[in-house]
């Protein structure tokens, strides 16, 4: 058996270490970056034989809409910043939901069942991000122009007859 040289510091000595390693020490289990690191190991020939581009630094940069979304003051502005920066990232979605579904997909066995329903849930849940954005977006926008703004009446065209006058009333209209 180990002697420890403090044992009361070092039993409970965390400094150093991630949530995740702390929770996976007590509950005995590997880390999430084990599990990561394992899988790599174990796909390596896959991974020789076809490869995966690195993980851009940014895909999609969002400071330009960040930048802009500084500068709004209206419910207006907002909302097509907001809208402008859903629509730059809806393929990346898109795809990312295709790809989980698919990924999901590929787990055959009944004993996988729980990762394939995390990743169709995932999948699900992008998606369902964006509807809840653009549903925030649509709500501001109808706060503040529902109802519609106050259309100018047409003005009659000067080639065109005055329109009818209006029928005389036929008299008391009959309560109920």
Same mark, same amino acid.
């Given at each position: 058996? #180990?002697?420890?040289?403090?044992?009361? @510091?070092?039993?409970?000595?965390? %400094?150093?270490?991630?949530?995740?390693?702390?929770?996976?020490?007590?509950?005995?289990?590997?880390?999430?970056?084990?599990?990561?690191?394992?899988?790599?190991?174990?796909?390596?020939?896959?991974?020789?034989?076809?490869?995966?581009?690195?993980?851009?630094?940014?895909?999609?940069?969002?400071?330009? @809409? #960040? !930048?802009? *979304?500084?500068?709004? =003051? =209206?419910?207006? #502005?907002?909302? %097509?910043?907001?809208?402008?920066?859903?629509? !730059? $990232?809806?393929?990346?979605?898109?795809?990312?939901?295709? @790809? +989980?579904?698919? $990924?999901?997909?590929?787990?055959?066995?009944?004993? *996988?069942?729980?990762?394939?329903?995390?990743?169709?849930? $995932?999948?699900?849940?992008? +998606?369902?991000?964006?509807?809840?954005?653009? #549903?925030?977006?649509?709500? $501001? +926008?109808?706060?503040?122009?529902?109802?519609?703004?106050?259309?100018?009446?047409?003005?009659?065209?000067?080639?065109?007859?005055?329109?009818?006058?209006?029928?005389?009333?036929?008299?008391? =209209?009959?309560?109920?």
């Amino acid at each position: 058996m #180990e002697l420890l040289l403090h044992p009361d @510091f070092e039993l409970y000595d965390n %400094v150093g270490h991630t949530s995740d390693q702390i929770h996976s020490a007590h509950a005995g289990i590997a880390t999430t970056a084990d599990l990561h690191r394992w899988a790599r190991r174990d796909a390596a020939a896959l991974l020789q034989r076809h490869g995966l581009p690195s993980p851009p630094s940014r895909a999609l940069d969002l400071r330009p @809409f #960040e !930048a802009t *979304l500084a500068q709004t =003051t =209206t419910t207006a #502005e907002i909302s %097509v910043v907001v809208l402008a920066a859903l629509n !730059a $990232a809806d393929q990346i979605i898109s795809d990312l939901n295709t @790809f +989980l579904t698919e $990924a999901g997909d590929r787990y055959h066995s009944p004993a *996988l069942t729980e990762p394939r329903r995390f990743l169709w849930t $995932a999948a699900a849940g992008l +998606l369902a991000c964006m509807n809840d954005a653009a #549903e925030g977006v649509e709500i $501001a +926008l109808r706060e503040t122009y529902d109802p519609a703004p106050a259309r100018p009446a047409p003005k009659p065209s000067p080639d065109l007859p005055p329109p009818p006058p209006s029928p005389p009333s036929s008299g008391p =209209t009959p309560s109920r």
